[in-house]
């Protein structure tokens, strides 16, 4: 079984700045890593990705994350914000043998201020 | 590709009555899951299907959840005797096999008064 663990619920930062969202995981087997993002009144929408290779993997609109195994994190990052990425973010990790269900974090929700 | 379909958006019934969800994946897709999202927390598993066949239920799933997909195509997921803890968004997701990534709908939002 695995287990995501999104230790802030909710992040503001002003337009511009960069931000952090921290994800970390637990989990007795490997896993492919993800972090997807929900607009407000949308669904979920996946962001990026890490199935194998480069561990820094970068979406189109500028947010990267980097897998880091010895810490069992995969932190989200941008380094300049919009106030349009203003969503709530999940983290997810699914077991690589079957790739089937996700499991997801509580959520960070990011508020790009003016 | 319409993207995965959801209905109803909202769905406000009484307690102990019976409610039936439905969703189109995109057509290709033939793993379909379900989730269901309380506030403040991130969509938990409930089921998945490849193609017709309901390959792992969640112990979320209680006897009053049903869910089914006739044919490979649509789901649909009955609650039976609604409780007022049933009160979450549902959310359908689909997929191709192996890595491919998760295309969730907008999700259906149950009230249950």
């Known amino acids: 079984a695995q287990s995501v663990t999104q230790l802030d619920s909710q992040v503001p930062v002003f337009e511009e700045a960069p931000v952090e969202l921290r994800c970390n995981y637990s989990?007795?087997?490997?896993?492919?890593l993800f972090w997807y993002v929900q607009y407000p009144n949308q669904g979920l929408q996946l962001l990026l990705k890490y199935l194998s290779g480069s561990t820094l993997v970068e979406s189109i609109n500028g947010f990267e994350a980097e897998f880091n195994k010895s810490q069992t994190s995969f932190h989200l990052r941008k380094p300049s914000v919009h106030i349009s990425d203003t969503a709530e973010y999940f983290c997810a990790v699914s077991d690589r043998s079957s790739a089937r269900q996700l499991t997801f974090g509580s959520g960070t929700q990011l508020t790009v201020l003016p | 590709d319409t993207g995965v379909s959801q209905d109803p958006r909202h769905k406000i019934t009484k307690r102990g009555q019976n409610v039936t969800f439905r969703c189109d994946p995109i057509s290709e897709h033939n793993r379909l899951y379900w989730y269901r999202q309380t506030l403040g927390q991130g969509p938990e598993f409930l089921t998945y299907?490849?193609?017709?066949?309901?390959?792992?239920k969640s112990r979320l799933l209680s006897d009053r959840f049903s869910a089914e997909r006739p044919k490979g195509s649509f789901s649909t997921l009955e609650i039976q005797r609604t409780e007022q803890g049933d009160s979450a968004m549902y959310l359908c997701?689909?997929?191709?096999?192996?890595?491919?990534?998760?295309?969730f709908g907008n999700g259906t939002r149950l009230t249950v008064t």
């Open positions: 997701a689909s997929s191709l096999e192996g890595t491919a990534p998760l295309h």
């Open positions: 989990s007795s087997v490997s896993v492919y």
């Open positions: 299907f490849q193609n017709e066949a309901q390959l792992e």
